[in-house]
């Protein structure tokens, strides 16, 4: 339990700094473009370690479970991402984060029915301050909401978090790291034959016409520079390889619940890396949220963390 702990804290420092990385170059590359780019780099950083795992288990990948981990990318990386960024594209970014951030809420109630994970009323307690949290901190009611940006949010958010369920199914037979490398290898497969698709002029000119050229004509190669190359680079092994093993990690030792924490503590983090690198100022409002966040955490991981201590001190009076 104590290794899951620590997993969920690597995940979270890697996901906080992901729009520090992006801010940097911001501008420089289409999103689709970069989202892409990071998962696949991050899926071939990954695979090194998910064959020594594979050959630790003594397993290999059968057909049937390719075609797993092809619908799982295909869940995570194409359709959730392509979501957020329509969400992006019709809403601010404070409201798409506030939702997209509320997944834990999706995870539980999908690990409930698809895995038979058990609801505590601590679970949710804990949800309901930690998003009360999220909301102080993003104050989206100064925000006009389109309909269009929540539907999209809301498939992001509920893709995204069906994907880290059902991926936890495979979890147990393979490991974290194996289904985080082959799950985004083949998913950035299937957005390359997307971007190829959107270069078919009938394609191209249907999507714009219905103001979705974002999705028209979307670049492969171009804005790389000897300035961004390394930024692009952390964002695709450290944040998106290391972030989202260390997630699945996470709930390898723990719980898909436990595991997605990582979504709560990522605003209580975040704003603080950015002032430390951006220089950006905490004001009052983000510190309740944070205060809100961290009481909504305990109250969820406590109990965790008692049962963890007393197992490690019987075995410690066993030795």
Same mark, same amino acid.
């Given at each position: 339990?104590?290794?899951?702990?620590?997993?969920?804290?690597?995940?979270?420092?890697?996901?906080?700094?992901?729009?520090?990385?992006?801010?940097?170059?911001?501008?420089?590359?289409?999103?689709?473009?970069?989202?892409?780019?990071?998962?696949?780099?991050?899926?071939?950083?990954?695979?090194?370690?998910?064959?020594?795992?594979?050959?630790?288990?003594?397993?290999?990948?059968?057909?049937?479970?390719?075609?797993?981990?092809?619908?799982?990318?295909?869940?995570?990386?194409?359709?959730?991402?392509?979501?957020?960024?329509?969400?992006?594209?019709?809403?601010?970014?404070?409201?798409?984060?506030?939702?997209?951030?509320?997944?834990?809420?999706?995870?539980?109630?999908?690990?409930?029915?698809?895995?038979?994970?058990?609801?505590?009323?601590?679970?949710?307690?804990?949800?309901?301050?930690?998003?009360?949290?999220?909301?102080?901190?993003?104050?989206?009611?100064?925000?006009?909401?389109?309909?269009?940006?929540?539907?999209?949010?809301?498939?992001?958010?509920?893709?995204?978090?069906?994907?880290?369920?059902?991926?936890?199914?495979?979890?147990?037979?393979?490991?974290?790291?194996?289904?985080?490398?082959?799950?985004?290898?083949?998913?950035?497969?299937?957005? #390359? /034959?997307?971007?190829?698709?959107?270069?078919?002029?009938? $394609?191209?000119?249907? @999507?714009?016409? %219905? *103001?979705?050229? !974002?999705?028209?004509?979307?670049?492969?190669?171009?804005?790389?520079?000897?300035?961004?190359?390394?930024?692009?680079?952390?964002?695709?092994?450290?944040?998106?390889?290391?972030?989202?093993?260390?997630?699945?990690?996470?709930?390898?030792?723990?719980?898909?619940?436990?595991?997605?924490?990582?979504?709560?503590?990522?605003?209580?983090?975040?704003?603080?890396?950015?002032?430390? #690198? /951006?220089?950006?100022?905490?004001?009052?409002?983000?510190? $309740?949220?944070?205060? @809100?966040?961290? %009481? *909504?955490?305990? !109250?969820?991981?406590?109990?965790?963390?008692?049962?963890?201590?007393?197992?490690?001190?019987?075995?410690?009076?066993?030795?």
């Amino acid at each position: 339990m104590k290794k899951g702990y620590l997993y969920i804290a690597f995940a979270t420092f890697l996901f906080s700094t992901m729009e520090i990385a992006l801010k940097s170059i911001a501008g420089q590359f289409h999103p689709i473009q970069l989202t892409l780019i990071r998962f696949f780099i991050g899926g071939i950083f990954l695979l090194p370690f998910a064959l020594s795992t594979l050959k630790k288990k003594q397993v290999s990948i059968d057909k049937q479970s390719m075609i797993y981990f092809a619908l799982l990318g295909l869940m995570g990386v194409v359709i959730s991402m392509t979501f957020y960024q329509l969400a992006v594209e019709n809403a601010k970014a404070s409201v798409v984060a506030v939702l997209f951030s509320s997944n834990p809420i999706f995870v539980m109630l999908f690990a409930y029915f698809i895995l038979h994970e058990v609801i505590y009323k601590r679970n949710l307690i804990s949800l309901f301050l930690e998003l009360l949290g999220i909301l102080v901190i993003i104050n989206p009611l100064n925000t006009e909401i389109s309909a269009a940006g929540i539907s999209f949010t809301l498939l992001a958010t509920v893709t995204f978090s069906l994907y880290g369920v059902f991926g936890k199914k495979k979890c147990q037979q393979y490991g974290g790291v194996v289904v985080t490398c082959f799950s985004f290898i083949l998913g950035s497969f299937e957005m #390359f /034959l997307f971007v190829m698709l959107s270069h078919i002029k009938t $394609i191209s000119l249907s @999507l714009s016409s %219905i *103001g979705l050229s !974002v999705f028209s004509e979307i670049p492969l190669l171009s804005g790389y520079t000897a300035d961004n190359f390394f930024i692009v680079l952390y964002i695709a092994i450290g944040v998106t390889g290391g972030g989202y093993a260390f997630y699945f990690l996470a709930m390898e030792a723990t719980s898909a619940n436990t595991a997605s924490l990582t979504f709560f503590f990522k605003p209580v983090l975040a704003p603080i890396l950015a002032a430390i #690198f /951006l220089h950006e100022i905490i004001p009052v409002s983000m510190i $309740i949220g944070i205060l @809100l966040i961290l %009481i *909504g955490s305990m !109250v969820s991981l406590y109990p965790n963390l008692i049962v963890s201590k007393n197992i490690s001190s019987q075995n410690n009076q066993e030795e």
